[in-house]
């Protein structure tokens, strides 16, 4: 069934009422919780300073590509590392001093946004996760991954790699000299390891038109992808600021795990598809491959066994 996220002509209007322009200096209360239709670069000097914990930014690509009636073209790398630091170095300004700030990217955006980010911040890793949709082609080894760098405003920061742990099955469960695991667990779906997180993520699934989270954003991403890195570098109540927030996953995702957010998106669909996505998370906090405290690997768990952990049935 396809499940995909549309607006009505009535839904337009009504999420039209909810979004927030800024025509000069904002306290934090003012735009806590708001999704802000306008430029980022218009509205970025607008935001109070030390308000933000965590920044996850989704820019442009440095590809051809289209968003509605808005077009990105390709530049050079040097151009595209200017375009990245034109935005980059005001945000330093709205950070705390522990804040984190992720940077999405691919392989022909990576070398400027390192270079781009280390600026201004310390470049602590680089998180590459696995896109499986993607063309193939004759030529070339098909692109099926992507790139976020995760980077500190300084040494002293917030990092919680228990939160974030992965629930592995286990292909060639190892015993004790009693009979007991080692390291695994036996469970009703199976046999699990659990895991420390690390910097490559194959457990994510691109969003597609059976999954509830999905809009016709071209370039949206997973709420499970969020998931991890909020919960990874934010606790209950810190903000979230997302400067291109699209259909708003940053958003809908900081609100279903109790942070709170601010969110900037030019395209004012886009802002209206985030708000109702924020209203179903209102009845909604569950996340795709999120289950129990645990993420777990693509496909592991049914839909029957989703529901029974969400208390559905």
């Not at 396809?2 to 999420?15: C, K, P, W």
């Not at 405003?153 to 919680?160: D, K, T």
């Not at 985030?274 to 405290?293: P, V, W």
């Amino acid at each position: 069934m396809n499940r995909t996220i549309t607006l009505s002509e009535a839904e337009r209007r009504l999420y039209e009422k909810r979004l927030l322009y800024l025509a000069g200096p904002a306290a934090l209360d003012q735009i806590i919780d708001k999704t802000i239709c306008q430029d980022t670069f218009k509205a970025l000097d607008w935001l109070p300073a030390a308000s933000v914990d965590l920044v996850f930014a989704d820019p442009p690509y440095n590809l051809n590509k289209t968003f509605n009636d808005r077009s990105f073209s390709k530049i050079s790398s040097d151009k595209y590392q200017e375009w990245l630091e034109s935005w980059l170095s005001r945000i330093v300004r709205i950070l705390k001093p522990a804040a984190s700030i992720y940077i999405c990217g691919d392989w022909q955006s990576s070398a400027a946004i390192h270079k781009a980010a280390e600026k201004y911040f310390i470049v602590r890793n680089c998180i590459t996760w696995e896109r499986e949709k993607g063309r193939g082609s004759k030529k070339n080894w098909k692109s099926c991954s992507e790139n976020i760098w995760f980077c500190t405003v300084s040494e002293h920061y917030y990092f919680n790699a228990e939160a974030v742990k992965l629930k592995r099955k286990v292909l060639a469960p190892y015993t004790l000299k009693d009979g007991q695991p080692k390291d695994w667990q036996e469970t009703k779906q199976g046999r699990f390891r659990t895991t420390h997180p690390s910097n490559i993520w194959t457990d994510i699934t691109v969003p597609f038109w059976s999954m509830r989270e999905n809009t016709n954003h071209p370039t949206q991403k997973p709420e499970k992808l969020l998931a991890k890195i909020i919960l990874a570098s934010s606790r209950e109540n810190d903000v979230v600021f997302d400067p291109f927030a699209g259909a708003g996953t940053a958003a809908v995702t900081a609100k279903k795990l109790k942070r709170h957010f601010v969110s900037i998106e030019i395209d004012k669909t886009y802002c209206c598809l985030a708000e109702k996505r924020l209203k179903m998370a209102e009845t909604d906090s569950s996340i795709q491959g999120y289950i129990n405290g645990y993420f777990w690997e693509r496909n592991t768990l049914s839909e029957q066994m989703r529901n029974v952990n969400l208390g559905k049935i």
